[in-house]
């Protein structure tokens, strides 16, 4: 179940959608530093839009934080799309054909040390799971 925001937390998103984000977008379009990025489809729009995020790569594809919670729309656009979307992971695209939930202490070790720590201390305990299409699972 989606929770809903409040005023607060909308109007912080909007914040960080308008000022860091296009920071962000920029480092991990060029594949710099920490950041990946989400292109989802909107489910009313059917605009594809790009989200950056922090991502720890794993066997299965790609374990995400979710530092805001199921309400943000990056989240709800995959759910929507049945998982699908894609992450480009230091400048390569990797599809992306599900979203499942992650333990708590599978998400943390996905990020490893120090990453896990500050995750822990900031007491995170939302993990998904963003499951890398491969040819067996893309199907005939």
Same mark, same amino acid.
């Given at each position: ?7 607060? +937390?909308?109007?912080?998103? !909007?914040?960080? +959608?308008? *000022? ?8 991990? @379009? ?9 292109? %989802? *489809?909107? @489910? +009313?729009?059917? *605009?594809?839009?790009?989200?950056p995020l922090i991502l720890a790569r794993v066997p299965d594809g790609f374990v995400a934080e979710l530092t805001y919670g199921t309400a943000v729309n990056w989240y709800r656009n995959m759910v929507a799309a049945h998982g699908h979307g894609t992450v480009? !992971? %230091? ?8 979203? $499942? ?8 070790? $996905? ?8 995750? @822990? ?20």
């Amino acid at each position: 179940m989606t929770r809903r925001m409040g005023p607060i +937390k909308r109007a912080w998103l !909007w914040t960080i +959608k308008h *000022t860091l984000n296009p920071l962000t977008l920029r480092m991990a @379009r060029q594949g710099f530093g920490p950041f990946s990025l989400v292109r %989802h *489809t909107g @489910r +009313k729009s059917g *605009t594809v839009f790009e989200t950056p995020l922090i991502l720890a790569r794993v066997p299965d594809g790609f374990v995400a934080e979710l530092t805001y919670g199921t309400a943000v729309n990056w989240y709800r656009n995959m759910v929507a799309a049945h998982g699908h979307g894609t992450v480009v !992971w %230091h400048g390569r695209p990797y599809a992306i054909d599900g979203v $499942a939930p992650c333990t708590t202490e599978a998400g943390l070790a $996905a990020f490893g040390p120090p990453a896990s720590v500050v995750l @822990r201390m900031l007491r995170r305990h939302e993990f998904r799971l963003l499951h890398e299409m491969t040819e067996e699972s893309s199907g005939p």
